[in-house]
């Protein structure tokens, strides 16, 4: 073989040897960089709530009856003691069965005997009165001339009054068993008979105790109810408060008068609330994962202009993020940088592109951001979410966006 062969040999065995090379030499890493700041840093506790208006009212059916169909819809607004929410009227009777209709019957039987009893009780009374008022008169004429002594007269008058007293007693007994007789006549009454009713002047007529909107019609349509059941809620939409549930773990470490900022609610801004009241009782709930977790209601008033919140209503979605602790001038790094290194954490700090491992101390949190105590200075540059290609001396490279 020839020089120039054994040149062309040896170039391209070169060109292989640097293609490999370049095949298998280590690449940067590319990964998502941030840098340790100062600012404000907030500790929240977060947590899932709901708006609700703070007073509402479950308007009940005073009596029980047919509720006519409520005219009034959601959000229309009423006021106290003049707005008519419902009204009920007297429920039609129910069917009689075979055995019920008979005694209904036999019943009033019973009543007409009773009342044809009483009627000639008073035929009876009243021919007694007729007699004994005319001995009295006799007695009178006969005392006038004195040929009775006074004690026979005030006999006879006694018994003119006894006879008119029992003749009174009859007279009421008649009209009590009339009463009886239409009481009686009344149980056979079968639904659709008589006439229909007066809606003026026989319903009874439910008034919104307190001025605000109707929020619901728990009975909208018509239909029979009994005493005491819930018919519409209503309440001052504008009168908003936040129940945010933590665990009790965490609403132990809340209080009250603590600032609140309600994110994720629909809205471009996150608006302002303080801590109202932490409920002194605590109840069992199960979480997503089925883990069941004792939860405490947190109770939150709005802060700010009330237009704010003129979006929200009652039962909307919140998140709620309760400050516990406030630093105004903190040095910190994002929390997705942090990672646990045995018994301490850690982060990789990148220089010259490379990434070293950096043990740190950190303070106060929110899940977002921590503060940093010790292990990194303001503007040095740390690796976010690091896997597990990086390793200390690992060779990295910003990732190029998109």
Request: hydrophobic residues 50%; charged residues 25%; contains cysteine.
């Given at each position: 073989?020839s020089?120039?062969?054994?040149?062309r040999?040896l170039?391209?065995?070169?060109?292989?040897?640097?293609?490999?090379?370049?095949?298998?030499w280590p690449?940067?890493?590319?990964?998502d960089?941030?840098?340790?700041?100062?600012?404000?840093?907030?500790?929240t506790?977060d947590?899932?709530?709901?708006?609700?208006?703070?007073e509402?009212?479950t308007?009940?059916?005073?009596?029980?009856?047919?509720?006519?169909?409520?005219e009034?819809?959601?959000?229309?607004?009423?006021?106290?003691?003049e707005?008519?929410l419902?009204?009920?009227?007297?429920?039609?009777p129910?069917?009689?069965?075979r055995r019920?209709?008979?005694?209904?019957?036999?019943?009033v039987?019973?009543?007409e005997?009773?009342?044809?009893?009483?009627?000639?009780?008073?035929?009876?009374?009243?021919?007694?009165?007729?007699?004994?008022?005319?001995?009295?008169n006799?007695?009178?004429?006969?005392?006038?001339?004195g040929?009775?002594?006074?004690?026979?007269?005030d006999r006879?008058?006694?018994?003119?009054?006894?006879?008119e007293?029992?003749?009174?007693?009859?007279?009421?007994?008649?009209?009590?068993?009339?009463?009886?007789?239409?009481?009686?006549?009344?149980?056979?009454?079968?639904?659709?008979?008589?006439?229909a009713?007066?809606?003026?002047?026989?319903?009874?007529a439910?008034y919104?105790?307190?001025?605000?909107?109707?929020?619901?019609l728990?009975?909208?349509?018509?239909?029979?109810?009994?005493?005491?059941e819930?018919?519409?809620?209503?309440g001052?939409?504008?009168?908003?408060?936040?129940?945010?549930?933590?665990l009790?773990?965490?609403?132990?470490?809340?209080?009250v008068?603590?600032?609140?900022?309600?994110?994720?609610?629909?809205?471009?801004?996150?608006?302002?609330?303080?801590?109202?009241r932490?409920?002194?009782?605590?109840?069992?709930?199960?979480?997503a994962l089925?883990?069941?977790?004792?939860?405490?209601?947190?109770?939150i008033d709005?802060?700010?202009?009330?237009?704010?919140?003129?979006?929200?209503g009652?039962?909307?979605?919140?998140?709620?993020r309760?400050?516990?602790?406030?630093?105004?001038?903190?040095?910190?790094?994002?929390f997705g940088?942090?990672?646990?290194?045995?018994?301490?954490?850690?982060?990789?700090?990148?220089g010259?592109g490379?990434?070293?491992?950096?043990?740190?101390?950190?303070?106060?949190?929110?899940?977002?951001?921590?503060?940093?105590?010790s292990?990194?200075?303001?503007?040095e540059i740390?690796?976010?979410?690091?896997?597990?290609?990086?390793?200390?001396?690992?060779?990295?490279?910003?990732?190029?966006?998109?």
């Open positions: 073989m020089w120039r062969g054994n040149l040999y170039a391209g065995a070169a060109a292989i040897a640097a293609a490999a090379a370049y095949a298998f690449r940067p890493v590319p990964v960089l941030a840098a340790v700041g100062r600012g404000e840093l907030l500790e506790i947590g899932e709530g709901r708006t609700r208006v703070r509402v009212y308007v009940s059916a005073p009596v029980g009856g047919r509720v006519l169909r409520i009034q819809h959601v959000g229309d607004p009423v006021r106290a003691n707005t008519v419902a009204n009920i009227e007297p429920s039609a129910t069917f009689l069965d019920a209709r008979a005694q209904a019957e036999f019943a039987k019973a009543a005997a009773a009342l044809s009893l009483a009627e000639a009780e008073r035929i009876r009374a009243a021919a007694d009165l007729d007699f004994v008022r005319s001995e009295f006799r007695a009178e004429q006969l005392a006038q001339r040929n009775i002594a006074g004690r026979d007269l006879a008058r006694l018994d003119l009054r006894t006879r007293a029992a003749l009174a007693t009859a007279e009421a007994a008649i009209a009590m068993r009339q009463y009886e007789v239409e009481t009686a006549r009344a149980a056979l009454i079968q639904p659709g008979t008589g006439a009713a007066d809606t003026a002047n026989c319903c009874v439910v919104s105790p307190v001025d605000g909107r109707v929020l619901r728990i009975h909208e349509s018509e239909g029979v109810v009994g005493a005491g819930a018919l519409v809620e209503i001052d939409p504008a009168d908003l408060e936040v129940v945010a549930d933590l009790s773990s965490d609403a132990v470490r809340v209080t008068g603590a600032a609140v900022e309600i994110a994720d609610w629909g809205g471009p801004a996150r608006l302002s609330g303080i801590v109202r932490i409920e002194p009782y605590g109840f069992a709930k199960v979480s089925g883990i069941e977790e004792q939860r405490v209601n947190v109770l709005r802060a700010g202009p009330p237009e704010a919140w003129a979006a929200l009652h039962g909307y979605r919140v998140e709620a309760i400050v516990v602790w406030r630093g105004a001038d903190v040095l910190k790094l994002p940088a942090l990672f646990r290194d045995r018994e301490r954490w850690a982060v990789f700090v990148v010259d490379v990434a070293r491992l950096r043990p740190v101390e950190i303070g106060h949190g929110n899940g977002r951001e921590a503060q940093v105590l292990g990194l200075e303001e503007g740390v690796i976010l979410h690091p896997g597990d290609r990086i390793f200390d001396g690992a060779r990295v490279e910003a990732r190029m966006p998109g």
